[in-house]
């Protein structure tokens, strides 16, 4: 109603402007996403390329994700770190789908798979991949 009395057209034509406006945002997201994912893909070796999609497609039980942080911190792959930046953070496991507010300088276990990106663990069932600049290793 408001783009219609501030325009003064129709509301019909308000709604089409509107929904046009929303498909353009929605491109510009989907092209947005699309280079960020192409540009870490080709920073990625292929094996750290498929762990990140791996994770993304599936999703693992806890059972899973803690053997793997289990096998990561016996192998002394896992690293202290501080968390530089904060917000709104995707976690996924059998218990718990959604994001989680992870305020900076919280302390966190990261894996590191290349110069580009972190598999960051804040528990043995909850991670994250983050990049590498994003966070202080201690």
Not at 8 to 28: C, D, G, H, Q
Not at 47 to 65: A, F, G, I
Not at 74 to 88: H, T, Y
């Amino acid at each position: 109603m408001t783009i219609a009395k501030t325009h003064k057209i129709s509301t019909k034509s308000a709604l089409e402007f509107y929904f046009k406006k929303m498909e353009l945002e929605l491109e510009e997201k989907k092209k947005e996403n699309t280079n960020l994912s192409d540009s870490l893909k080709s920073s990625l070796s292929p094996q750290n390329w498929e762990s990140v999609m791996k994770y993304v497609r599936d999703h693992p039980t806890n059972e899973e994700l803690s053997q793997a942080y289990y096998q990561a911190k016996k192998e002394g792959k896992l690293k202290p770190a501080i968390l530089l930046v904060g917000g709104d953070f995707y976690f996924r496991n059998s218990d718990f789908v959604g994001n989680k507010y992870l305020t900076p300088g919280i302390t966190v276990e990261a894996e590191v798979y290349d110069d580009t990106i972190c598999h960051v663990w804040i528990s043995p069932i909850e991670c994250e991949f983050v990049f590498i600049d994003e966070l202080e290793f201690i």
